[in-house]
């Protein structure tokens, strides 16, 4: 056998590679379906952005179609475009929505959360209502929710929770009610919660203290039932910002809110909280702002060694029963700019130290038991703005350098030991507007340059020892000024542009009264002392014209008396005379129902003043006649129920309803004559030259200062707090407005006219409707289309005669075009426009600009279109009540003792009537 060799051939070569090139094209082939291609990502883009502008187009739709959101449209991208308020990330996608001031109205829309990308939704300052929008919970990547401001209603959702990514919520300034649910202690990532100025009357859970990333939170404004501050707030260790005032707390602050490291501002103002400070407050190094004013604090402000606080830029302690020195520790705090201490116990000189406060500009002392000398550096170092130490036991002279950084806009000292002369810089201070140093032994001459300042508003000096003469011409914008009981000498002045009020008696005046002053409304000038001639002739004419007037009455009575008698004969007999507060004899009232003493004539009737006694001399009474042909016979009973019980009202700002007199054909109204007049004339300028016939001395001018107009607002805000919730049952006026508002001597206003625009409108008669037409621009939106109204109709009538106040205009003063003077305030708010271009310019000012402001706001609030948004007139009152306080705590108006007394139900606020 041949040896042969067996040639063992290789593997072909091609078998392994295409084993791997198969898999590589697999591989390949999965990888290229499962990544998108160009084509495919432009499409899903597309799609996403169709689907978020159909859910915006949705959302626009459910709110009206607003004008503001023209560039929401079909025909344009949300993104690439730039749609008003819409928010996009790098992706194209929305993700945020901020509508801040749009107008818009209505529900948040479920199509908001078809936008998937959604973190954040801002509709600050709209007017979205309804109940919390759960439909909200299908936006899982919601961080930013701001729906402050808006108009919504009922109780925050116990499973708000299920918000589980929010990091911030803000739900203030609405009207949510009930108890701030446990859940919201779930949302372990919220850094920022904000439920202030709501209608929370329930409590709110001590679980928000285990939110350990929440930096601020803002309970205050709300109505909670009385309850502490829980400890557990104490563990919030991030928190900066804590705002739980006007929130019925009771008992003690905390101790552990001394952990709060972090913790810039604190404010517990306006509760009922009883014992001291608690001493670890003071040692907080970030802690800049506290303000515990208006509770019931009382001990010592900062034991000894407990203050280590450096950082602290407003400080107020006011109304409370604080005692003890004020800490020299005030005094370390280089960045304080205000310190409240007023109205409280402290005893002890002030700290002269905080003269070398560079950013100290507000001090307010006064009403306390502080002696000593004011520091002699005080304003030397600092723009000093006010500086109010009355009603305190201090002594020495003004410092002279308390206008040293051309600031100085107030300085008021009075009632206290001051003694030498006033600081001839003084005159130089040009900022200066309100001067009040009565009540010391201050002597010597004024400095000359007070009676050239020109912006100086208020002086007050009487009851001191200061001598010199006064200047021909007063300053153009004074409009008060006290000089009695001082020695000043020499003539009056003979020009005063602007002079209201000026008491000079007890001084060494001479020569004779200026006719620019006799007759330049409220003032009252003093007479001369030595030389007795003008004084006898400006006595003797007044006197002269009396008695003719009286001769005049008397004849013109007895022929009106004989006229009627002739007239009704023994008809008199048919009336019936219903008396609720006094006894007069009606027969003499219907007798005073002549066209000579006719003063008012409207929807509601005839209004007649008719003076009783033969001799003219006799009380005065104001009549309101109602013709029968204005009430339905069936009504009749029913009107004489409601007449008993509005006569059965006694309040001092309540005009009272004496008694009522009825017969076939009339009914007559007989209530106390309020001889001023009317707001509505004082504000218009319509007052009557004989307005005052009869009897009274005040201004013939009728102009209204601002303090005498908050006093109008506070007393009307009594009365009508009184009828709603003292009463019982309650009564809605339904016809408020400022014509039917009457000032009495003193300018203490009466509300007229309760209950008439039921008692018409009960009629259904066209005429019910024509009586209250003049009323329209008072009446709130739901009196169109119900006559099932309550109480707050009454508080949007009074929100309108807070507007007039504030602004000087007419109720139907729309701004030049159509509409009201609520609508032109409303339409100035939300243009951001400032309050001083709003309010009244003669009576604006910097020294009530602030207080003008809170009114202004106070009155577009009370007008708000839903019934539900507006708040009580108890509320209206207390927020009014605060402005009082803080104009006049040092103003010489309110008495300080009923300053820290403002608490409780209206009857207890009343003023008493001398009458009852």
């Not at 004989?562 to 008809?571: D, E, I, N, V, Y």
């Not at 218009?684 to 107009?709: I, K, T, V, Y």
Request: proline share 5%.
């Amino acid at each position: 056998m041949a040896n042969t060799t067996i040639e063992r051939r290789p593997r072909p070569s091609s078998a392994p590679t295409i084993t791997l090139s198969c898999y590589f094209l697999i591989h390949l082939l999965l990888w290229s379906s499962s990544a998108p291609s160009p084509v495919s990502s432009q499409g899903a883009a597309a799609a996403g952005a169709d689907a978020e502008r159909r859910a915006l187009l949705q959302m626009k739709a459910a709110w009206g179609n607003p004008q503001s959101l023209t560039s929401w449209n079909s025909s344009s991208s949300p993104c690439a475009d730039a749609w008003t308020g819409v928010e996009c990330g790098e992706d194209g996608s929305v993700t945020g929505i901020s509508l801040v001031n749009q107008d818009i109205y209505g529900d948040v829309p479920a199509a908001t959360c078809d936008l998937r990308n959604l973190s954040s939704l801002n509709l600050y300052n709209n007017f979205v209502g309804g109940e919390f929008p759960t439909a909200l919970y299908n936006c899982s990547g919601l961080r930013f929710l701001n729906l402050s401001q808006n108009l919504f209603v009922g109780a925050i959702p116990a499973d708000v929770h299920r918000l589980s990514r929010l990091e911030v919520l803000d739900l203030s300034y609405n009207n949510f009610s009930g108890d701030v649910p446990v859940a919201l202690g779930r949302i372990t990532g919220l850094r920022r919660l904000q439920l202030e100025r709501n209608l929370l009357n329930g409590t709110f859970p001590k679980e928000l203290g285990g939110l350990a990333k929440l930096e601020s939170l803002s309970l205050g404004g709300n109505p909670f039932k009385p309850m502490a501050l829980p400890a557990d707030f104490g563990n919030l260790g991030s928190l900066q910002f804590l705002w739980v005032g006007e929130a019925n707390l009771v008992g003690e602050i905390p101790e552990s809110l001394g952990n709060l490291a972090q913790l810039q501002r604190l404010d517990l103002s306006m509760n009922n909280l009883k014992g001291g400070i608690p001493g670890r407050i003071w040692q907080l190094q970030q802690l800049r702002v506290l303000y515990l004013y208006d509770n019931h604090l009382s001990g010592r402000i900062a034991a000894a060694g407990t203050f280590s606080a450096t950082n602290l830029t407003m400080i107020d302690l006011s109304m409370n029963q604080l005692s003890g020195p004020i800490p020299e520790e005030f005094a370390k705090q280089r960045n304080l700019s205000i310190l409240f201490l007023y109205i409280n116990h402290l005893s002890g000189p002030i700290p002269s130290g905080l003269a070398g406060i560079p950013t100290l500009y507000d001090i307010r002392l006064f009403n306390n038991n502080l002696t000593g000398v004011l520091p002699a550096e005080l304003g030397k170092k600092s723009k000093l703005l006010s500086l109010e130490v009355c009603g305190n036991r201090l002594s020495g002279e003004l410092p002279g350098n308390l206008c040293a950084g051309g600031t100085l806009n107030t300085l008021v000292v009075f009632n206290n030991k001051f003694t030498g002369d006033l600081p001839k810089s003084l005159g130089d201070c040009k900022s200066l507007q309100n001067l009040q140093v009565y009540g010391n032994d201050f002597s010597g001459d004024v400095p000359a340059g007070i009676w050239t300042l020109p912006i100086l508003t208020v002086v007050l000096m009487h009851g001191n020892s200061l001598s010199g003469e006064l200047p021909r011409t007063l300053p153009r914008n004074l409009s008060r000024m006290d000089i009695e009981n001082n020695k000043f000498s020499g003539r009056l002045p003979s020009r005063a542009p602007s002079l209201k009020v000026l008491r000079g008696s007890n001084n060494m005046f001479s020569g004779e009264i200026p006719a620019d002053l006799t007759g330049s409304g409220d003032t009252k000038p003093a007479a001369p002392s030595h030389d007795r001639r003008p004084r006898d002739l400006f006595v003797l004419f007044p006197v002269l014209g009396g008695v003719l007037f009286i001769a005049v009455l008397l004849l013109g009575f007895y022929l009106v008396r004989k006229f009627w008698r002739g007239k009704t004969g023994g008809g008199i007999s048919s009336w019936k005379l219903t008396s609720f507060q006094t006894s007069l004899d009606f027969s003499k009232i219907i007798c005073g129902l002549t066209a000579d003493n006719l003063v008012g004539r409207g929807g509601l009737g005839q209004v007649y003043r008719v003076q009783l006694g033969d001799d003219g001399s006799g009380e005065v009474i104001a009549v309101k006649q109602i013709s029968n042909k204005k009430l339905r016979l069936k009504l009749g009973k029913k009107f004489e129920n409601d007449v008993k019980v509005l006569g059965s009202i006694r309040h001092a700002n309540i005009a009272k309803l004496l008694c009522y007199v009825s017969c076939a054909d009339s009914k007559l109204l007989v209530y106390e004559y309020v001889e001023n007049g009317s707001l509505h004339e004082w504000l218009h300028g319509e007052r009557r030259d004989s307005l005052m016939a009869g009897g009274g001395s005040m201004a013939q001018q009728g102009f209204l200062d601002w303090p005498a107009r908050l006093s109008i607002a506070v007393g009307t805000a009594r009365g009508l707090c009184y009828i709603h919730h003292d009463c019982s049952p309650s009564v809605v006026h339904r016809n408020v407005k400022s014509s039917n508002i009457l000032l009495d001597g003193d300018l203490n206003p009466k509300v007229a006219d309760f209950g008439l625009a039921r008692m018409l409108l009960r009629s259904r008669e066209l005429q019910s409707f024509s009586a209250v037409a003049g009323s329209l621009p008072y009446m709130a939106p739901e009196c169109a289309y119900s006559r099932n109204v309550n109480e707050k109709v009454d508080v949007y009538s009074f929100g309108v005669v807070l507007l007039e106040l504030t602004t000087g205009r007419r109720a139907n003063d729309g701004g030049g075009g159509e509409g009201s003077l609520a609508d032109w305030a409303w339409r100035h708010f939300q243009e951001d426009n400032s309050v001083a271009e709003a309010v009244d310019e003669r009576v604006g000012g910097p020294l009530y600009m602030e207080e003008m402001a809170v009114v202004l706001r106070l009155g577009i609030v009370c007008t708000g279109t839903l019934p539900s948004t507006r708040p009580s007139m108890e509320e209206v009152l207390q927020v009014l009540l605060r402005c009082s306080q803080a104009h006049g705590g040092c103003g010489g108006e309110p008495d300080p003792a009923q300053v820290a007394e403002n608490k409780g139900n209206c009857r207890e606020r009343q003023p008493p009537d001398a009458g009852d």
